[in-house]
């Protein structure tokens, strides 16, 4: 067993939506030879994946089930695509719209992070939030990147659901799982 598990939190779509953004990973696959957003499931990361020593993991439970986000459930609105045009490794989403329940429940549990666990900075990036939904990066080249934006800067998409939980996840050594649930 390691001696660090890895975790994050993220809300994660019902399975209509999942499945619509699944298939969007499934045609960076088939099309631009990029399938490593498949590897996870749909989702918005509201905390970032951090490391806690393997002994820590039952008072991460009890900290994550006693997390009082200032947030009521709320709806999340999907609108199109975007993406982080890094030089070396390119990312394209479908773009959340950023709302204020979506900010405040970010805000909220990277707060209570934050007080109870001050060792594990949080950089600059996950604090300027900057919601999305990955359906390509790491194996996107930035060639597939240019030919994947000539089509899906124009392409339209819409879809909503409604943030109601949230989870944490924990990294198996080959994929994420879901290992709790918050209700909002």
């Known amino acids: 067993m390691p001696d660090q598990n890895l975790y994050f939190i993220a809300l994660i779509p019902h399975e209509t939506v999942a499945g619509e953004v699944t298939d969007f990973k499934n045609d960076f696959a088939a099309n ?6 498949l ?20 008072n ?16 999340v609105e999907l609108e199109d695509f975007g993406s982080f045009p890094n030089k070396d490794n390119p990312v394209i989403y479908v773009k959340p719209i950023m709302t204020p329940g979506l900010e405040r429940l970010q805000k909220s549990i ?6 109870s666990y001050p060792d594990i ?8 939030f900057h919601p999305h ?21 124009h392409k339209k998409y819409s879809a909503t659901f409604r943030a109601d939980k949230f989870y944490l996840l924990q990294h198996n050594g080959e994929q994420w799982n879901v290992i709790a649930e918050h209700t909002l």
Do not use: C
Request: proline share 6%; net charge positive.
């Open 110 to 115: 990277l707060n209570a992070f934050e007080h």
């Open 32 to 37: 631009y030879n990029s399938s490593r957003a």
């Open 133 to 153: 939904m990955t359906i390509a990066f790491r194996d996107l080249t930035p060639e597939q990147y240019a030919r994947a934006m000539d089509v899906y800067q």
């Open 39 to 58: 590897r996870t499931m749909p989702h918005i990361t509201l905390k970032a994946p951090f490391k806690l020593e393997t002994r820590e993991h039952n």
């Open 60 to 75: 991460l439970l009890k900290w994550f089930d006693g997390i009082r986000p200032m947030a009521e459930s709320f709806i």
């Open 121 to 128: 900075s949080i950089p600059y990036t996950e604090r300027n």
